[in-house]
């Protein structure tokens, strides 16, 4: 705590390098020797406060669709001593936080870049995070996953927790059918779609949507299709309320 100056956040950051220090040797334990050399990875040419400032920036440019500033800020960071460990997290996130199915490749190309990371090293692996900044920076952007994710919590969070639908259960082990387990379940991929129209939700919820889709990039289209096939399945059982209908 003394080498950190009292600051918890600086503190956080040392450790998270010596642990990534740590298990790139391929021990389970921090050692004095991975703590030394976290240090010396932050004493980056810039103070605590604008090493903050920087990545707020840095994110905050890609998810501005500006390539050019996040080269920029990508640059100051590894040009800072920055541990480019940690700009590759920042990516990971990024890829699903702002870019999301919008760009449904932007989390495997922010992937890529970590792992070339580790794999290929400094400071060869600058290369792979720039291509990562500009690919991120050039996708159409979306949200909606952590904004649906948010919606889901908010739901398990605040709403009575109801049991899994019987049709759901597990079926597989023995004694499960005499329970019910797995009555009524319906396998998709015996449907000529690939698709049919079940409940998948518990019936404190059922029939709620939490993924909003984006407005941009590959996601509308998959959402449309989404859509229309709820729509058609809705159509065939109205038809079939119908004819029960008029049969009566």
Excluded: C
């Excluded at 998810?63 to 990516?91: H, I």
């Excluded at 996130?93 to 992937?111: F, Q």
């Excluded at 449907?191 to 129209?197: D, I, L, T």
């Amino acid at each position: 705590m003394d080498r950190s100056e009292g600051d918890a956040r600086h503190l956080l950051t040392v450790l998270e390098v010596a642990h990534a220090l740590a298990v790139e040797a391929g021990r389970a334990t921090i050692t004095l020797a991975d703590a030394e050399s976290a240090l010396a990875l932050r004493s980056v040419r810039y103070g605590d406060d604008e090493h903050y400032d920087v990545v707020s920036a840095f994110i905050k440019s890609i998810r501005g669709s500006d390539p050019d500033a996040g080269l920029y800020w990508l640059a100051r960071m590894l040009d800072a001593g920055e541990d480019p460990r940690f700009v590759a997290r920042r990516l990971v996130i990024l890829a699903s936080e702002d870019v999301g199915l919008a760009e449904p490749t932007a989390l495997l190309v922010a992937d890529a870049a970590a792992r070339a990371v580790e794999f290929v090293g400094m400071p060869e692996a600058q290369l792979n995070l720039a291509q990562a900044v500009v690919h991120l920076a050039l996708a159409p952007k979306s949200n909606s996953v952590k904004a649906s994710l948010g919606r889901a919590f908010d739901a398990v969070r605040h709403r009575r927790a109801g049991p899994v639908p019987v049709h759901l259960r597990d079926a597989s082990y023995r004694g499960a059918r005499v329970l019910g387990h797995g009555e009524g379940y319906v396998y998709p991929h015996d449907a000529p779609e690939g698709w049919v129209p079940q409940e998948h939700l518990p019936a404190e919820v059922a029939g709620e949507r939490f993924y909003v889709p984006g407005r941009h990039g590959a996601e509308p289209a998959r959402y449309e299709a989404l859509q229309e096939r709820r729509q058609a399945a809705e159509g065939r059982r109205q038809g079939r309320r119908g004819a029960d209908g008029g049969d009566g």
